[in-house]
């Protein structure tokens, strides 16, 4: 069991850059989570992938983001036209299944857009 | 809509003391309730989960949590902090979905 991985780890970018990141799920998880934490708080949901599905999305998700699961395995998330509000801490969590099923989560990209 | 409050931004114990970290939950059905705990510059780890089994939750590190319904309470207790339980703590509510909502968190200091 690898864990889940993320890459990269950090990324300082220049506002109005796009910015791709990648997650890699444990193996046999069929659930894929986006969160996003800014210093202070509590991860913030972003959307959900069930295999190559995406379920939900939340409303902090603008149009500038977009996540894909193309196979049901790994996960990209791109930023595009980065704005400074966009630093923050970038986590993907996987689990088996929903509800009680823990999450279990990577490193996270640090992302800072200067 | 569920949501978690943590009382408690920052809580400060001596080494070897009771650790108790708050955590409160509103939700409008039964609730999956976790508390993860995160180090400096690292993802987050879980600690331990209540899913309507045993009220009482015992964790890894020696943690455990009771759910308490009427209070709609889920605080995190340690009878004994260790120099290494320094970080900070997430409660969490999930829906039947699996889509966690955290809470602010509490960093926790020990002292020596």
């Known amino acids: 069991d690898t864990g889940v991985s993320q890459d990269p780890r950090h990324k300082i970018t220049k506002r109005g850059q796009n910015v791709t990141f990648r997650c890699d799920p444990i193996?046999?998880?069929?659930?894929l989570y986006w969160y996003r934490q800014t210093l202070g708080q509590g991860p913030e949901f972003l959307t959900y992938f069930q295999n190559e599905a995406q379920l939900e999305k939340s409303r902090l998700l603008s149009d500038r983001f977009s996540a894909e699961r193309p196979k049901g395995s790994f996960s990209t998330l791109e930023i595009q036209r980065t704005e400074q509000g966009d630093s923050a801490m970038y986590l993907c969590?996987?689990?088996?299944?929903?509800?009680?099923?823990?999450?279990?989560f990577g490193p996270g990209t640090r992302l800072t857009v200067t | 809509a569920q949501s978690v409050t943590q009382l408690g931004s920052h809580v400060s114990v001596s080494e070897g003391a009771l650790v108790l970290l708050r955590c409160n939950y509103s939700s409008s059905v039964p609730p999956y309730l976790f508390w993860y705990v995160q180090y400096p510059n690292q993802g987050l780890q879980l600690l331990l989960k209540?899913?309507?089994?045993?009220?009482l939750v015992k964790g890894i590190n020696g943690f455990e949590a009771e759910f308490k319904k009427s209070e709609t309470s889920f605080h995190l207790t340690k009878p004994s902090a260790h120099m290494s339980d320094a970080a900070e703590y997430f409660c969490?509510?999930?829906?039947?979905?699996?889509?966690?909502?955290f809470g602010t968190g509490t960093r926790l200091t020990i002292i020596p």
């Open positions: 193996s046999e998880h069929n659930r």
């Open positions: 969490a509510v999930a829906t039947w979905r699996g889509k966690l909502t």
């Open positions: 209540y899913t309507s089994a045993a009220t």
């Open positions: 969590a996987s689990s088996l299944e929903q509800g009680a099923d823990e999450q279990y």
